[in-house]
């Protein structure tokens, strides 16, 4: 299948080692089924996922997808929108989706930002970034996915009352969020202890690159923001 790839500069990898006979039959067969397109002006989120579903949330980033499964599982009554790059993990999400016989995602596989421009205002119920690329270089800061742009891009498509959630077990990664989204007019941090942001809640199922993480002895943060009523501008 031959996916059209937006123009915009994409840092880091779209493509791992070669697909096996298998995930590439799901890229080519079932990857249709899942596919947005944004080719016109704005998404018609309930045009794109039919009937019967009351929210729709957000997946920045999704890797191998183990996250946006089991959310996408355990909510069947809501649409999940995934973007993710890397055709390598696009297969690997495709595979659990069919085995959990799974039909409430749509899968971008490019740059988040094109996908969130097409957004209208108020769309989404719930966002998640989960352990992207920390750009630990100083000269690549640039390219991580939290800047003040892109928290004024998801201020603009998720409803008052909304919830963002991001994690990082990169340390200096983890200060940077935090210091670009308590600068943001437009979200509160959801946090009164320490446990609310260095555990996971019952409905935050770990992640591979998680996993990873804490084997080697490195200690995620888990933040999670509410988009409240002012304005997003």
């Known amino acids: 299948m031959e996916l059209n790839r937006d123009k915009r500069v994409l840092y880091g990898r779209r493509r791992g080692k070669s697909l096996r006979k298998g995930q590439q039959a799901l890229i ?5 089924l899942f596919l947005v397109s944004i080719q016109n002006e704005k998404l018609d989120l309930a045009a794109l996922f039919g009937p019967g579903l009351g929210k729709y ?5 999704f890797g191998s997808g183990e996250h946006l499964a089991w959310q996408a599982h355990a909510n069947p009554d809501t649409g999940i929108l995934g973007c993710e790059p890397f055709i390598n993990g696009v297969a690997t999400l495709l595979g659990k989706l069919k085995s959990d016989r799974s039909t409430n995602v749509r899968i971008h596989p490019d740059a988040a930002e094109s996908l969130i421009e097409k957004l209208p205002e108020n769309t989404l119920d719930r966002c998640f970034i989960l352990f992207a690329d920390p750009w630990p270089k100083s000269n690549h800061n640039k390219r991580r996915f939290v800047s003040t742009s892109n928290i004024t891009a998801l201020a603009r498509v998720l409803k008052a009352g909304a919830e963002l959630r991001i994690a990082t077990d990169h340390v200096n990664y983890g200060a940077w969020i935090l210091w670009h989204m308590l600068q943001s007019n437009s979200f509160d941090w959801i946090a009164e202890t320490p446990e609310d942001w260095r555990l996971r809640s019952p409905d935050w199922p770990p992640t591979r690159y998680e996993q990873k993480a804490i084997e080697k002895g490195l200690k995620p943060v888990y933040y999670r923001f509410r988009r409240n009523d002012q304005p997003w501008q």
Request: charge should be negative; hydrophobic fraction near 40%.
């Open 28 to 32: 080519n067969q079932d990857l249709p």
């Open 57 to 61: 949330w957000l997946e920045i980033g």
